[in-house]
């Protein structure tokens, strides 16, 4: 029989399909991928071809060919230049599109994805992250700062070459909110962090975690949404992503590198997105929320009774989606 | 400069990329989808077909050829036997996975969609919803109905053959509960239906009006949070869908069949789901919550800035989709 389970850290209920399942392996891609070139002569984002995008904002090194390069979006969603104004009109809620919109070129080169970087230049990626969180979170016109990664056609990325997204936007995003409204009312109920008591339960139950390192841990979720979806955890309690230490900040490359790594090899390349949430900048230090990274291949398409109902049927088991990825090597 | 608009209903927040906007035509199917047969011989919805499905739970009319055809679905994501049990562990919640998944077939014809059908056969579907939706609203197990429709392949639908879906869960859907805590609180600080009171100013501003009939107004959303999304909303004030009498439901099979056709004109046939979103099947005659009719074109991909913040960046005008529909003859 199919099995409802409760996502406790944003209140969904997950059917998760027992019956229909399909095995971790039914997950692969089947039709391989093309090959791309190392360098694209019209890839905006190839060194030599920096005159195409926006001036950088962020370049490491600051001397030399450059390894991880930061600019404006070229079509940013949000305004750089404007004032924050928030107008109400009846039960109109407006406010103006300021923001923060940036790109992070992850590499120099065309064809390579986090999965077959080395260590030290996924620690690069995720300096460049907290410098620019930091940079965005300056902004006294941001409330909260989203990171995310598109990978494959599938999970909307428009340009291949390896790149992810920052956006400092000027409300703090529907997500975040939900979560914070839960955690508090977690924390006042029973005066613990309600990420800590999931990370808490996972290293106990053992049967969803997917990697360990010194300070975060990789595991699906008891009640994932969707096949093989994993969130990676710093063990130590902080609310915001730039609370990290520099130690953390290193580890988390590595684990991150695994974790994807594993996907990459596990399931043959598949388009995933990650995304890093975090409290809104404001909350340094506060003691209900907690951030995490989270993957989210895309595996299956989102249909109508998700849309509808916004309860997801996730035709996978989470315990066996586990087991499959810590037998892959990485 | 973009805007950042809230949508009451659900308190999300939505960048209207304005400065990104595409126009409305540039929303257009641009590949010619294939031609299919009025009949496909291996197809399980097909007449002469219908051993390939599990029984017939519900036929009109209900001798000689059918012209609308309900069944179990055959891979269901719920069980049809069973009790439903409840249990919790620590912050472990689960339900078991009981309810109904029943499939409507909505026509004979392989080959039509709701655009193309008469009048009196969109009046039949419409009519089966209701027969349906009351009869899983009558297992005590159920607590929430969902009726929704896949249409086309990036819409999640797995066959070509014009059907809609009803899932009837154990417990509220994780949508319909958002809204109505929201909805409830609306009542609670104003004393009025949060639905009612947008209706009422969607009529005066009269710029995202896409279609108005006796007893339904067809409109953009002000904050939609993707292009050319809509929704059909009942005139009286209605929680459960099963309230509507029968004069709404032929008047409701009208604006759908005639909002689909404008869809279908305008933009070249596109991918599409609908939902109908109603109260949970014991909140008959509560004054807070309003069902509607959602319609959502599958034209645009959700990438890890949605996924990740739960913001949508609409690349459309709601005003100017709605101009551009309103145009459209149905």
Redesign the interface.
């Known amino acids: 029989?199919?099995?409802?389970?409760?996502n406790?850290l944003?209140?969904?209920?997950v059917?998760?399909?027992?019956?229909?399942a399909k095995r971790p392996e039914d997950f692969a891609r089947k039709v391989e991928k093309t090959r791309l070139p190392d360098f694209s002569p019209s890839c905006p984002f190839c060194p030599g071809n920096e005159h195409l995008t926006p001036p950088a904002t962020y370049v490491v090194p600051d001397d030399g060919a450059w390894r991880v390069r930061v600019t404006t979006n070229k079509?940013p969603?949000?305004?750089r230049v404007?004032e924050r104004r928030r107008v109400s009109v009846?039960?109109?809620?407006?406010?103006?599109?300021?923001g923060i919109h940036e790109v992070i070129v992850e590499t120099p080169a065309h064809n390579l994805t986090t999965a077959l970087l080395e260590d030290s230049q996924v620690e690069l990626i995720i300096e460049t992250y907290l410098h620019r969180f930091r940079f965005a979170a300056a902004d006294p016109r941001v409330e909260?700062v989203?990171i995310?990664?598109?990978h494959g056609e599938?999970?909307?990325?428009s340009l291949e070459h390896p790149h992810s997204?920052i956006?400092g936007?000027?409300?703090v995003?529907?997500?975040?909110?939900?979560r914070l409204v839960n955690a508090v009312e977690h924390y006042d109920e029973y005066g613990e962090c309600?990420f800590c008591?999931?990370l808490e339960?996972e290293l106990k139950e053992k049967i969803r975690l997917v990697l360990e390192s010194e300070h975060f841990v990789a595991f699906v979720q008891?009640a994932a949404l969707t096949p093989f979806s994993m969130l990676i955890m710093p063990r130590r309690h902080m609310a915001v992503f730039s609370e990290m230490r520099d130690s953390e900040a290193s580890d988390l490359a590595r684990i991150l590198r695994r974790v994807l790594a594993k996907l990459y090899h596990g399931l043959h390349d598949p388009d995933f997105?990650?995304?890093?949430?975090t409290a809104p900048t404001d909350h340094l230090g506060v003691k209900y929320y907690h951030w995490y990274l989270?993957i989210?291949p895309r595996l299956t398409?989102?249909?109508?009774?998700e849309?509808?109902?916004?309860?997801f049927?996730n035709v996978s088991l989470p315990e066996e989606n586990a087991e499959f990825l810590r037998q892959v090597a990485a």
Chains 1, 2 share one sequence.
Do not use: C
């Not at 995003?173 to 939900?178: A, G, I």
């Not at 849309?307 to 309860?311: D, E, K, P, R, V």
């Open positions: 029989m199919p099995e409802l389970r409760h406790i944003t209140r969904e209920w059917i998760i399909a027992t019956e229909r079509f969603a949000l305004s404007g009846g039960i109109r809620r407006m406010v103006s599109g300021v909260q989203t995310f990664k598109n599938s999970a909307g990325t997204q956006i936007t000027p409300v995003t529907t997500q975040v909110r939900d309600i008591r999931v339960m008891f997105n990650y995304t890093i949430r989270s989210i398409r989102v249909a109508g009774f849309l509808g109902a916004g309860m049927i």
